[in-house]
């Protein structure tokens, strides 16, 4: 696995589990409530950025594909419900993705925590190198 461009990972949340079947991927992640982002993201609510989500989304793509990406397009995210730290430690993540076209991978994610849906992600990942 590489960890090119995944400068959230380790700081902002851990992987505590992550599995592979074909183009499926799922893994669960435990958030740093104490992390700087949530000062300023907001000190007496903090609540997780919807940029770090999609950062997690393609960190965690690029962790399993071995490929360093860049966001291509975005063609629907929706945040549902806040991600909030201290409510939510953990984050259960599925990724679905394909190879359309050679170099970018088509991406449908969803960020969950049992029946709270946070975000639901369709987008295009590109190789980067």
């Given at each position: 696995m590489t960890?090119?461009?995944?400068?959230?990972?380790?700081?902002?949340?851990v992987i505590k589990s992550i599995q592979q079947?074909?183009?499926?991927?799922?893994?669960?992640?435990?958030?740093?409530e104490q992390h700087a982002i949530?000062?300023?993201?907001?000190?007496?609510?903090?609540?997780?950025?919807?940029?770090?989500?999609?950062?997690?989304?393609?960190?965690?793509?690029?962790?399993?594909?071995?490929?360093?990406l860049t966001l291509k397009k975005g063609d629907n995210i929706k945040f549902t419900a806040m991600i909030v730290p201290?409510?939510?430690?953990?984050?259960?993540?599925?990724?679905?993705?394909?190879?359309?076209?050679?170099?970018e991978l088509f991406t449908e994610a969803t960020l969950f925590f049992n029946d709270i849906t946070f975000t639901k992600f369709k987008g295009t990942f590109i190789n980067s190198i």
């Open positions: 960890t090119t461009d995944t400068f959230l990972l380790n700081d902002f949340y079947v074909d183009t499926k991927i799922l893994a669960t992640i435990a958030l740093n949530f000062k300023g993201h907001f000190e007496q609510m903090p609540v997780v950025p919807g940029v770090c989500q999609t950062q997690i989304i393609k960190e965690i793509l690029q962790l399993q594909t071995s490929k360093t201290t409510q939510h430690q953990t984050v259960n993540i599925e990724i679905v993705f394909q190879s359309k076209l050679e170099g």
